[in-house]
């Protein structure tokens, strides 16, 4: 299993929730403004949490926490991922995933088995952009077909986006938007340049708040509720 860290954080944005943290190593992608570039390049190199150790953890923690965010890199391309989150449900506790989206098999199992309590849904760029994410072509099939499952509202999702300078534009706002229109949130977040995967990426500005605050009033006219993350 590749767990690759764990720790305590707050549970979704709701003030008094609070979860534990677990990391997976892997990515199917390579974003070049990654934040976690350890965990998706050098994943070997991290020491696993072994699975016992983990669900002892989390069962000694229960009384006190609320649930478990389960981000990575990608967790779902772990084929354990299922087999942990069955116990942590059985501990009562909820579930956070967050997932680039493009397994819709994995996604697909934990949302009709009720794994899951809240998606956040990493929405890159364009579909059509993909590639320019990864070192080799992406396919986007499993991504188009987890949005439609997650606009089915089977499970409560937070779309998320990052606004990348010349990844991002007011475009692909516009394009991303048709493709969630009338869900219920989505959040805009600030690219923060530091410990970006890319090196030249580290270099790179971010959005102005009243630029980033524009591609909010763009976003607004798709969907319920937009927030913006990290000014």
């Known amino acids: 299993m590749a767990v690759k860290g764990f720790q305590g954080t707050s549970l979704l944005d709701y003030p008094g929730h609070i ?3 677990v990391f997976f190593g892997g990515c199917n992608l390579t974003c070049f403004y990654c934040h976690n570039p350890a965990l998706v390049l050098n ?3 991290l020491p696993d949490y072994p699975l016992p150790a ?3 953890e ?3 923690r229960c009384r006190f926490i609320d649930g478990v965010v389960i981000s990575g ?3 779902t391309l772990d084929p354990l991922l299922p087999l942990l989150l069955r116990q942590i449900k059985a501990m009562g506790l909820q579930v956070k995933l967050d997932t680039n989206g493009l397994n819709a098999e994995v996604l697909t199992e934990l949302v009709w088995e009720g794994l ?3 998606v956040a849904f990493d929405l890159k760029t364009a579909p059509e952009r993909y590639n320019e994410l990864h070192t080799g072509p992406v396919d986007t099939t499993g991504l188009m077909a987890n949005l439609a499952l997650l606009m089915e509202g089977r499970v ?5 986006t990052t606004c990348v300078p010349g990844l991002v534009n007011e475009d692909e706002i516009h394009t991303l938007g048709a493709l969630i229109q009338g869900a219920p949130r989505w959040t805009l977040q600030q690219y923060v340049p530091q410990n970006a995967l890319a090196e030249a990426s580290r270099e790179q500005q971010p959005y102005s708040r009243e630029d980033l605050e524009a591609l909010a009033l763009v ?7 937009v927030g913006i993350r990290g000014l």
């Open 19 to 21: 979860a534990s943290l």
């Open 43 to 45: 994943p070997d190199q």
């Open 156 to 160: 409560e999702c937070e779309f998320r």
């Open 219 to 225: 976003a607004g006219t798709y969907v319920d509720e």
């Open 73 to 75: 890199g990608e967790p």
């Open 58 to 60: 989390l069962e000694r």
């Open 116 to 118: 899951v309590d809240l």
């Open 54 to 56: 983990l669900v002892a």
